[in-house]
C-alpha cells in the first residue's frame, strides 16, 4: 500500500502516516489535541472504483458523520488497482502492518471495516480485524452483503467455530437486511448486531417531474450495475424476447461494465433484440439521471445482493422495479406497491412482468409516486449518517472508559 491509498477527507495536513509518509484529513491543525475530533479510519476499496462499498463511503464523507469525526480512508481489496499476482500478494502481506502503524500513528479511535461474507474478503479482512483491536482500536464490522452465517462453513464444524469466534470480536456488527439481523443475532448471540440500511442523497433526484408513461410508447426497462452473470441478465434479455414474441412494445438499456458484457452483448445478437437493447456503458451523474428520467421499470433480476444502491437511486427517481426477493431488496420494496418480484433464473416471470408494466400504465404511475415516498422516507443519507454519528460515539465513549491510566515506564 502506497501513501496516496489513505484517502482523507481534504482540509489540513497532520503527522505522517507511519510507513505510508503525509497526508491530509479533515482536521484543523490549529486545534488542541483534546479537541480534536476523534478519528474513525474507514477501510475499503478505491473510492473511485466502481464498487457499491466505494458508493457507500462516498455517501459518509459527504455527510454530516464527516462533520463530527475526522474520517481517513484506507484502502484495501482489489478493486481499483492495476496490480500483478507479486504485488498483490506484498500488498496483502504488508497492508495490516501499514493498519497497525496507521491506528498508532494517529490515534484511531474507530476502525469501520466494510466487508462481505465471501471467502476472499472473510479471510483478508480477518486480518484487519485482529490488527485493529491489537492496537486498541475499536471496531466496526459492517458486513455488505455474502453468505449468511450459519451458511458460510455449514459444511466444516471447524472453521464455523472459528467464524463464530471471529464474529465476537468486534465491538458492533453492522448489516443492510432484516434477514441477515436475525442469522447474526442467532449465530453470534450477545454481540451487539444492527440493522443500518444503505442510504442516498435524495436531493439530485427530487427536480424531476415524472409524467405518465404513454401506452403507445414502448415500456422503457434499465438496468444500471456491473454486468455479472449473479445479476441474472442473461435471464433478463431472455424474457425481453418473450414479451417482445407476446407484442409487447418495450425496449431496454443496459447502464454499466464488467466480465460479461461481451457475452451478454452476443447473446442480444443471437436472441435478434439488437436493435431494442443498448449497452450504454457506465454512466455517472448528469448521464446517470437522464437515464433514469427517461426509464418507465427499473429490472434486477439478481441471484444475491445486499442492498443495490441503483435500487435505491432508481425507487428515488420514482422508477418501479422489477426484482427478485434476495437480500435487503424485499425490506424496501412492497409487491405491487414499488414494483413487482420475480423468481431469480425465471425468464419467463420477468417476461411477465414486462408484460404487465406494459399494459397497466396507471399501475406504473402509481408506483412511481410511492417509489419515491419510500426512499425519501426511510433511506436517506442524513437519516443514516445520524444512527452512524450515535454509534461512533458510543464506541469513542465506550473506548475513553476503558483506556487504562498512564503509568511511569520501568527505569
Same mark, same amino acid.
Given at each position: 500500500?502506497?501513501?496516496?491509498?489513505?484517502?482523507?477527507?481534504?482540509?489540513?495536513?497532520?503527522?505522517?502516516?507511519?510507513?505510508?509518509?503525509?497526508?491530509?484529513?479533515?482536521?484543523?491543525?490549529?486545534?488542541?489535541?483534546?479537541?480534536?475530533?476523534?478519528?474513525?479510519?474507514?477501510?475499503?476499496?478505491?473510492?473511485?472504483?466502481?464498487?457499491?462499498?466505494?458508493?457507500?463511503?462516498?455517501?459518509?464523507?459527504?455527510?454530516?458523520?464527516?462533520?463530527?469525526?475526522?474520517?481517513?480512508?484506507?484502502?484495501?481489496?482489489s478493486e481499483g488497482r492495476n496490480e500483478g499476482g507479486a504485488a498483490?500478494?506484498?500488498?496483502?502481506?504488508?497492508?495490516?502492518?501499514?493498519?497497525?502503524?496507521?491506528?498508532?500513528?494517529?490515534?484511531?479511535?474507530?476502525?469501520?471495516?466494510?466487508?462481505?461474507?465471501?471467502?476472499?474478503?472473510?479471510?483478508?479482512?480477518?486480518?484487519?480485524?485482529?490488527?485493529?483491536?491489537?492496537?486498541?482500536?475499536?471496531?466496526?464490522?459492517?458486513?455488505?452483503?455474502?453468505?449468511?452465517?450459519?451458511?458460510?462453513?455449514?459444511?466444516?464444524?471447524?472453521?464455523?467455530?472459528l467464524l463464530r469466534g471471529v464474529l465476537q470480536l468486534p465491538d458492533?456488527?453492522?448489516?443492510?437486511?432484516?434477514?441477515?439481523?436475525?442469522?447474526?443475532?442467532?449465530?453470534?448471540?450477545?454481540?451487539?448486531?444492527?440493522?443500518?440500511?444503505?442510504?442516498?442523497?435524495?436531493?439530485?433526484?427530487?427536480?424531476?417531474?415524472?409524467?405518465?408513461?404513454?401506452?403507445?410508447?414502448?415500456?422503457?426497462? =434499465?438496468?444500471?450495475?456491473?454486468? +455479472?452473470?449473479?445479476?441474472? $441478465? !442473461?435471464?433478463?434479455?431472455? #424474457?425481453?424476447? *418473450? &414479451?417482445?414474441?407476446?407484442?409487447?412494445?418495450?425496449?431496454?438499456?443496459?447502464?454499466?461494465?464488467?466480465?460479461?458484457?461481451?457475452?451478454?452483448?452476443?447473446?442480444?445478437?443471437?436472441?435478434?433484440?439488437?436493435?431494442?437493447?443498448?449497452?450504454?456503458?457506465?454512466?455517472?451523474?448528469?448521464?446517470? =439521471?437522464?437515464?433514469?428520467?427517461? +426509464?418507465?421499470?427499473?429490472? $434486477? !433480476?439478481?441471484?444475491?445482493? #445486499?442492498?443495490? *444502491? &441503483?435500487?435505491?437511486?432508481?425507487?428515488?427517481?420514482?422508477?418501479?422495479?422489477?426484482?427478485?426477493?434476495?437480500?435487503?431488496?424485499?425490506?424496501?420494496?412492497?409487491?405491487?406497491?414499488?414494483?413487482?418480484?420475480?423468481?431469480?433464473?425465471?425468464?419467463?416471470?420477468?417476461?411477465?412482468?414486462?408484460?404487465?408494466?406494459?399494459?397497466?400504465?396507471?399501475?406504473?404511475?402509481?408506483?412511481?409516486?410511492?417509489?419515491?415516498?419510500?426512499?425519501?422516507?426511510?433511506?436517506?443519507?442524513?437519516?443514516?449518517?445520524?444512527?452512524?454519528?450515535?454509534?461512533?460515539?458510543?464506541?469513542?465513549?465506550?473506548?475513553?472508559?476503558?483506556?487504562?491510566?498512564?503509568?511511569?515506564?520501568?527505569?
Open positions: 500500500m502506497s501513501c496516496h491509498e489513505l484517502k482523507p477527507v481534504f482540509q489540513a495536513s497532520r503527522r505522517p502516516c507511519g510507513p505510508c509518509g503525509p497526508f491530509t484529513q479533515n482536521l484543523k491543525a490549529s486545534a488542541p489535541d483534546d479537541m480534536e475530533p476523534p478519528v474513525a479510519l474507514l477501510l475499503g476499496p478505491q473510492r473511485d472504483a466502481l464498487s457499491g462499498i466505494s458508493t457507500h463511503l462516498n455517501l459518509l464523507f459527504a455527510s454530516r458523520l464527516a462533520g463530527r469525526f475526522s474520517l481517513v480512508h484506507f484502502q484495501v481489496g498483490r500478494l506484498v500488498r496483502l502481506l504488508t497492508s495490516p502492518l501499514i493498519l497497525a502503524a496507521t491506528v498508532i500513528t494517529h490515534r484511531v479511535m474507530i476502525v469501520h471495516l466494510n466487508t462481505a461474507l465471501n471467502t476472499r474478503a472473510f479471510w483478508r479482512d480477518f486480518a484487519y480485524l485482529i490488527a485493529a483491536k491489537i492496537c486498541g482500536a475499536k471496531v466496526l464490522y459492517q458486513v455488505h452483503g455474502g453468505a449468511l452465517p450459519h451458511r458460510f462453513f455449514e459444511r466444516n464444524r471447524i472453521l464455523s467455530a458492533a456488527i453492522v448489516v443492510l437486511a432484516k434477514c441477515e439481523l436475525d442469522a447474526y443475532r442467532k449465530f453470534v448471540p450477545g454481540q451487539q448486531v444492527l440493522l443500518f440500511p444503505n442510504a442516498i442523497d435524495c436531493a439530485p433526484y427530487e427536480k424531476f417531474l415524472r409524467g405518465r408513461s404513454d401506452p403507445a410508447a414502448p415500456l422503457r426497462l =434499465l438496468y444500471i450495475g456491473r454486468l +455479472a452473470q449473479e445479476k441474472g $441478465l !442473461a435471464e433478463t434479455l431472455l #424474457g425481453f424476447k *418473450y &414479451a417482445r414474441a407476446q407484442g409487447v412494445k418495450v425496449q431496454f438499456f443496459i447502464a454499466g461494465s464488467g466480465p460479461e458484457e461481451v457475452s451478454l452483448k452476443q447473446l442480444a445478437g443471437e436472441l435478434g433484440l439488437a436493435e431494442d437493447v443498448s449497452f450504454v456503458g457506465p454512466v455517472f451523474g448528469e448521464d446517470k =439521471l437522464k437515464l433514469l428520467v427517461a +426509464a418507465d421499470a427499473f429490472v $434486477l !433480476a439478481s441471484y444475491a445482493e #445486499g442492498l443495490p *444502491y &441503483a435500487l435505491l437511486e432508481s425507487m428515488a427517481a420514482g422508477v418501479p422495479v422489477i426484482v427478485t426477493r434476495v437480500g435487503a431488496i424485499p425490506d424496501v420494496v412492497a409487491e405491487r406497491i414499488h414494483g413487482l418480484f420475480v423468481p431469480p433464473r425465471d425468464p419467463g416471470a420477468i417476461s411477465h412482468a414486462i408484460a404487465t408494466l406494459a399494459s397497466n400504465r396507471r399501475l406504473l404511475a402509481r408506483m412511481s409516486t410511492a417509489c419515491r415516498e419510500r426512499v425519501v422516507g426511510d433511506y436517506s443519507i442524513d437519516r443514516l449518517a445520524g444512527k452512524f454519528c450515535g454509534l461512533y460515539a458510543e464506541l469513542c465513549d465506550a473506548k475513553r472508559m476503558t483506556k487504562p491510566a498512564r503509568t511511569r515506564p520501568w527505569s
